[in-house]
């Protein structure tokens, strides 16, 4: 069977791009979101991700193969639905489902005959079976009879250029036998490579366990900073040192703090189930104390660079504010929190990012400057979050009367007397 038609549910980071590849592909999407701020900037041809850019979505717009909806009646009679929305965690680090189950219950009210449903969202094993599953069979409908249920985890990398979507190998599962045939009809003629896993929960665990090995290793990283600035050493340097083995190493860095949605919050999806089954995985409960401790740890730094108590008055120039480079994404982004700490110590805090026209801390809204030679030389520090591509290390160094820099952006001038790195 070829599919032609598909609906994704949530246009975001990973749905948007998502929908792009299939019309590429020569499907029909439509593509279902609630945020009518989303749904408002596709017609009109503007993009809100990084990855894509304004003329992208002008072709998906314009070419007749793709529709931007906030209903969902209109995904009735397409062949398969992708749900990519969001999987946040609660204030106390449980999962919460509640645009799956909302997406659920809005796709087990439209007539179901024979639709490939596939959910795409990190989530913890067992979500697409334990979830998902009862919410469509729950008045009557059964999988295998009326839809097909599938779980196949998004691996897309914001910002990153290496690796298009179709190179990235593709995990796929089924509920049943028939689903994972299914779902390997659609995804085959698309990406490179499909590997298909034996369950729902196989799939599940591979894509929190990827992003759970990560967290853990930029942890360790995190825990080396702390530990070379006591014995005076300089810990990219080391890292350099290190990095130079052509195996058995992998490269991690370290940076003031985890952000985005996938890596600081999956592998609470995945010790959250651990506790739920009596299993113990101390290493994500120590990974995010660590990680949890990054903000304080750069506020702490820099007060020791003052080396003075007062705060009021310290004019502190922050530059990048995205949890990732040359990615517009804020989620979870440590940065908001270190300017958190900085303006509840009376700091006096400007920002700049040149993908980041505006954000709010703690309710109050800041602008980004103009990065200029009197921004920078009126700052008593200026303190690199984030190293995006567009930002003049030349120019910043030249300018600026301290630097600290927690990315090593400023990695070839780091011997001059004025500039820090963790």
Known sequence: MRFNSAAIIGLGYVGLPLAKLLVENGLHVVGVDLDPSKINKLHAGSSYISDLNDQEIEWLMTGGKFEAVMDYSKIAHVQSVIICVPTPVTEHGAPDLKYVELAGQHIEQIPLNGQLIVLESSTYPGTTEEVLLPILQKNGKRVGEHFY???????????????????????????????????????????????????????????????????????????????????????????????????????????????????PVDPLYLQWKADSVGADLEFIKIAKKVNDSMPDYIVSRLSRLFADSNWQGKSILVLGVTYKKDVNDLRESSALRIMSLLVEKGADIRYHDPIVPSITVDGCPFDSVELTREQLKSADCVLILMDHSGLPMEFIVSNARLVFDTKHATGKYRTLNHIVTL
Not at 202 to 216: G, H, L, P, T, Y
Not at 229 to 246: C, G, H, L, Q, R
């Open 149 to 263: 249920l599938s779980y196949s985890p998004e691996r897309i990398n914001p910002g990153d250029k290496r690796f298009g979507l179709t190179e990235m190998p593709k995990i796929v599962s089924g509920v049943t036998n028939t689903c994972l045939q299914k779902i390997t009809e659609l995804y085959s003629p698309i990406y490179q490579k499909v590997i298909p896993v034996s369950s729902p929960r196989a799939a599940e665990m591979a894509k929190v366990m990827e992003n759970s090995q990560r967290f853990i290793n930029i942890s360790f990283m995190n825990e080396i900073v702390k530990f070379c600035e006591k014995m005076n050493i300089d810990v990219w340097e080391v890292i350099d040192a290190a990095n130079s083995k052509p195996y058995g190493n992998l490269h991690f860095y370290p940076g003031p703090g985890i952000g985005g949605h996938c890596i």
